[in-house]
């Protein structure tokens, strides 16, 4: 077990922490606005994708391998982590807890789990022989409504396009759809990079979406300039 930060995800060393280790356990979760929030989805992606890793070290050479590592993640807020794709929330499990302890705290409860022990085993064996026969989770429906959450605040278009638009044969114009797009962030309350939003969103998105709020009408492709493309190819790389 090791205990890293989620910030520190995003650092050149940021994988050795959880070399080696079954669980990172990610304890009262924050993150910096000044943290590579696409740099700790990348890491996050290719851990729990199980892909062919090279790790830097301190002081080291490069560890390569697999790492089998599952994150464990307690929070009082869902986490912002940057991915345009939405896969990265898909592989989320929200077990949501509502109720408080503040103020009528039992510090005997240690002790008294203590001698719970073995039917806690047996108690998480039997889950563990039902996700193996099942082969995944079943998600209560609080669960599914922060896991919808999470996909919008790590990637608002994804959400933009599962809440408001309608996907079929019809068309709408780009700049109702960008128009709509940053409304919709507002409402949810995410900040919309002009540039790169209305780039990503036109381009990835713009041939099969529209809304109840503008009469049908083709839509064109964005003309990019030189300058204009390379910066949306660095965006979406």
Not at 136 to 160: C, M, N, W
Not at 202 to 231: C, F, I, N, W, Y
Request: proline share 4%; charged share 25%.
């Amino acid at each position: 077990v090791c205990a890293p930060t989620l910030g520190s995800m995003g650092g050149d060393f940021g994988l050795a922490p959880v070399m080696g280790g079954q669980l990172a356990l990610i304890s009262d979760m924050r993150i910096s606005r000044r943290v590579d929030r696409e740099s700790i989805a990348e890491n996050l992606l290719r851990v729990s994708g199980e892909d062919a890793i090279s790790a830097n070290r301190k002081y080291l050479g490069s560890w390569e391998g697999q790492l089998a590592t599952r994150f464990l993640i307690m929070t009082n807020e869902l986490p912002t982590i940057t991915d345009v794709s939405g896969a990265l929330a898909s592989r989320f499990v929200p077990l949501v807890i509502r109720e408080s302890f503040f103020g009528r705290e039992d510090t005997g409860l240690y002790h008294e789990l203590q001698a719970e022990l073995p039917g806690i085993l047996n108690w998480a064996i039997d889950g563990w022989r039902r996700l193996q026969d099942r082969g995944h989770f079943v998600l209560p429906e609080r669960a599914r409504k922060q896991l919808d959450r999470l996909t919008v605040y790590s990637s608002p278009i994804t959400g933009f396009i599962q809440q408001e638009c309608e996907l079929g044969a019809g068309m709408v114009p780009k700049d109702d759809l960008f128009r709509a797009y940053v409304a919709y962030c507002e409402d949810v309350g995410l900040h919309v990079h002009a540039t790169v939003g209305r780039h990503v969103l036109l381009r990835a998105h713009s041939r099969h979406l529209r809304t109840g709020l503008h009469q049908k009408s083709e839509v064109t492709e964005p003309q990019l300039t030189a300058d204009e493309q390379a910066a949306f190819d660095n965006s979406v790389a």
